[in-house]
């Protein structure tokens, strides 16, 4: 199971969204040239075709807009607009985690070994963590319905043909949301912060259940406060 190329296209998602035109106020289609010409454009040609006739309440951004919803792809969008995918993901984890060594005289000094300087394997590793924390960061306000599973489904199908990564996230989808099993994915101090960072990116901190489920989810990573607050700070940063 290869998760990396869709983890990048998915953290990629969100990249032009800004410059699109957006979805109406009370829902409809995008404006022509808007959302499914670009999805079109940055998946080989097949995303626009299910989401531009998604009808009330759109969904936008790509697979990562099925599972957010218009309104929250828009800020998604935000923040990845200037972030760029998964070695981007890596250098965001690595500033925050050198910015919290640098402040502890007991933190381990040696460079951070996060997703964007690590050879293929582990950088395998690292993105089956990370796509684990997002969908269940997806899943944190509980608005996933059946339709919007199928719809799902048939975009991560396109974007991937790969069976067994197919089921997996079909597992991970269908999973009660329990941030203690998200957290066990953390193999390294390093994947906990890339985890948490992909999360932060992922969810509406403005949503009581989603601010809740992040603050448990740092619980259970074992965050220090000072590297959770450097984390939420490079989000910050890239949101501008």
């Known amino acids: 199971m290869k998760t990396s190329g869709l983890l990048d296209q998915l953290l990629k998602a969100g990249q032009d969204l800004l410059n699109k035109p957006q979805t109406p106020a009370g829902g409809g289609k995008p404006a022509a040239g808007g959302l499914g010409d670009l ?5 080989g040609g097949s995303l ?3 989401l531009s006739g998604a009808g009330g309440g759109a969904l936008a951004a790509g697979a990562i807009g099925l599972l957010l919803g218009n309104k929250k792809a828009r800020k998604f969008g935000g923040k990845a607009v200037t972030y760029g995918g998964l070695a981007a993901l890596g250098v965001l984890a690595y500033k ?3 910015n919290w060594q640098a402040q ?3 933190a381990p000094q040696q460079p951070p070994q996060t997703v964007d300087r690590l050879p293929p394997a582990q950088v395998e590793e690292h993105s089956q963590a990370i796509l684990k924390a997002l969908v269940a960061a997806a899943k944190s306000d509980g608005h996933i319905d059946a339709r919007e599973r199928q719809l799902i489904d048939a ?5 991937t043909d790969d069976g067994e990564l ?18 066990v994915a953390a193999k390294t101090p390093e994947m906990a912060a890339e985890m948490y960072l992909a999360s932060v990116l992922m ?13 448990e989810l740092a619980r259970q990573l074992k965050l220090a406060p000072q590297l959770k607050a450097e984390l939420e700070s490079q989000v910050r940063a890239v949101a501008g």
């Open 96 to 98: 925050a985690y050198s």
């Open 155 to 159: 975009e991560v199908a396109k974007l």
């Open 39 to 43: 999805l079109g454009g940055s998946a």
């Open 166 to 183: 197919q089921r997996w996230l079909d597992a991970e989808l269908n999973k009660p949301l329990d941030p203690a099993e998200v957290a």
């Open 104 to 106: 502890q005289a007991d």
């Open 48 to 50: 626009g075709n299910v």
């Open 203 to 215: 969810v509406d901190e403005e949503h009581f259940m989603e601010r809740a489920y992040l603050e």
